[in-house]
């Protein structure tokens, strides 16, 4: 199977700061995904990055492929409490099968 | 997106007894998923659900244990049979409307299942 490592594991940062969450794979990615889970809750899809090299943003979060697409991070600008929960990255297979990472678990100090 | 609806949104049940958790879309979607999330852990694939034929498992993961159903496009089931403690996790239902690579994964809210 597709394995996904993401770091660091957990995070705690003051409200304010900026922050960078990692998701490596072992093999190319097909797409790769960013989803953010509450705890307790569902998942929320954030991104989909899909060519390498591929940047995108929404509100204050900003997400990267690299150019060999093993490997994708997360930005954060200016975390707010509001941004506290889980991040997994997620990945297709070429068996069309879609698995996640290890997951983050950030917490936002106000 | 798809909406999602996941019954029962949690059950807490006794041991050797099965719970089915209930799936149903409000579109019809090309490949329906069912996720295990364990206490303070990620994601893990159980099943792909396909329509009209036998589920496709993952390593770990048996027909016996966790029977699934797809009758149609729109709906799907997951039954955990025989439960003992180590089968308390969410259990997620997901759903993709396009094909392979070409769109997110769509989760339902999730069941909270407790086994005593």
């Known amino acids: 199977s597709q394995e996904l490592e993401q770091s660091p594991q957990s995070l705690i940062v003051q409200e304010g700061k900026n922050l960078t969450i990692n998701c490596t794979s072992s093999k190319t990615l097909y797409g790769l995904y960013w989803y953010k889970q509450k705890y307790g809750e569902g998942l929320i899809f954030l991104m989909m990055l899909q060519k390498g090299g591929e940047e995108k943003s929404h509100e204050k979060i900003t997400a990267k492929l690299d150019e060999k697409k093993q490997q994708s991070s997360l930005h954060i600008t200016a975390s707010q409490p509001s941004h506290a929960g889980i991040y997994l990255c997620g990945a297709d297979t070429t068996a069309n099968q879609f698995y996640f990472g290890t997951g983050t678990s950030l917490t936002v100090i106000p | 997106s798809a909406v999602i609806s996941q019954k029962p949104s949690r059950d807490i049940c006794q041991r050797g007894t099965s719970l089915t958790i209930q799936c149903q879309v409000d579109s019809q979607v090309t490949m329906m998923f069912w996720y295990r999330q364990q206490p303070g852990q990620s994601l893990t694939l159980i099943a792909t659900a396909n329509q009209g034929s036998e589920a496709t498992y993952e390593s770990g993961f048996v027909i016996d244990k966790f029977p699934i159903s797809r009758p149609n496009l729109t709906f799907s089931t997951l039954t955990v049979s025989n439960m003992s403690p180590e089968d308390s996790s969410i259990y997620l239902c997901?759903?993709?409307?396009?094909?392979?690579?070409?769109?997110?994964?769509?989760f339902g809210n999730g069941t909270r299942l407790t086994v005593t």
């Open positions: 997901s759903v993709r409307t396009t094909g392979f690579n070409n769109s997110p994964l769509h």
